[in-house]
C-alpha cells in the first residue's frame, strides 16, 4: 500500500520537545511574529538565533519515542511510505525513517540569506557568522517561517494526492498549507492526535490518544 504520512509537533511531544498550541506551548510563552518571521529575523536576528539556539539544544539533548520508532519501522515494511513532517527536529531520521521530507526545515541546518548555500548547523549560531560559500555575515537557520513557502510542495502534493492512505499524527491542523493536504488525498484519511485536530471533520477515520501508544499499535495492525 502506498502511505503518506505528515506529522507534527505531537509526535515529538513525548520526546519533552515543546508543542506550539497546547497550554504552555511554545507560541503561548514567545511572540511568533518575532521570532518565526522574516520581518522578525530583520529586526532582531540575534533574539531570532538565541529562540532556535534554545530549541537546538532542547532537540539535541532528546531521544526519538515509540511513535518515531513506529514509524520507521513501517518505512522498512512492505509498504510505501512517503514520510512528510512539519518538525524541525530530526527525531524521525535518528529512529531510522529514511529520507525525511522537513516541510518547515530542520533545526540542524544553517542557510544563507544572501546566497541560499546550506550546510550543518552549529550547536549556536550568531549573527555574526560568516557563510562558509560566501563569506557574508547573513546565516539564519534553515526553517521556513510564517509567510514563506514550504519545502518540496510538488513532491508533497503528489505524495498525498497517490496514496492509498492519508495519515496526520500530532497535528492541530492550524498552519497552512499543511493543514489543507487531506484536500489532496484521494485514498482513505487517518487522523492520529491527542483530540480532534481543527480538520478532523476532513478525515475518514480518527485514533485519539499519546503518539507513543496509538501509533505503534497502529503501525501495528500493517506490519
Ligand atoms: P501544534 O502545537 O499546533 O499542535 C500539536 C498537536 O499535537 C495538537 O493537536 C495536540 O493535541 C497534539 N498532541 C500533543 N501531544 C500529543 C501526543 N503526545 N500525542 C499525539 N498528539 C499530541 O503543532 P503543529 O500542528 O505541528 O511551524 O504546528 C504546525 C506548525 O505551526 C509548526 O510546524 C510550526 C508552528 O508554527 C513553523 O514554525 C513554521
Request: overall charge negative; glycine content about 8%; aromatic content about 6%.
Amino acid at each position: 500500500m502506498k502511505i503518506a504520512i505528515l506529522t507534527g509537533a505531537g509526535v515529538s511531544a513525548e520526546s519533552g520537545l515543546g508543542t506550539f498550541r497546547d497550554k504552555d506551548g511554545l507560541w503561548t510563552r514567545y511572540d511568533l511574529n518575532e521570532v518565526a518571521t522574516p520581518e522578525g529575523f530583520a529586526r532582531n536576528p540575534a533574539l531570532v538565533h538565541d529562540f532556535y539556539n534554545a530549541r537546538r539544544a532542547n532537540c539535541a539533548g532528546a531521544t526519538p519515542n515509540a511513535a518515531h520508532t513506529a514509524l520507521a519501522q513501517l518505512a522498512q515494511s512492505a509498504h510505501e511510505v512517503t514520510l512528510i513532517t512539519q518538525n524541525v527536529d530530526d527525531l524521525h531520521a535518528r529512529a531510522g525513517s529514511p529520507d525525511v521530507i522537513h516541510m518547515h526545515g530542520q533545526l540542524m541546518r544553517a542557510l544563507c540569506a544572501v546566497c541560499a548555500a546550506r550546510w550543518d548547523a552549529p550547536l549556536k549560531m550568531d549573527p555574526a557568522d560568516a557563510c562558509p560559500s560566501c563569506g557574508q555575515a547573513a546565516t539564519r537557520p534553515d526553517i521556513v517561517w510564517f509567510g514563506e513557502v514550504p519545502y518540496a510542495m510538488d513532491t508533497i502534493m503528489d505524495a498525498v494526492g497517490t496514496a492509498d492512505l492519508f495519515v496526520a499524527i500530532g497535528t492541530s491542523a492550524e498552519v497552512y498549507p499543511a493543514a489543507g493536504l487531506v484536500e489532496l488525498a484521494k485514498g482513505q484519511t487517518l487522523e492520529i492526535n491527542l483530540e480532534p485536530s481543527a480538520r478532523a471533520n476532513a478525515f475518514d477515520d480518527h485514533l485519539f490518544g499519546p503518539a507513543t501508544k496509538v501509533v505503534p499499535a497502529w503501525v501495528a495492525t500493517l506490519c
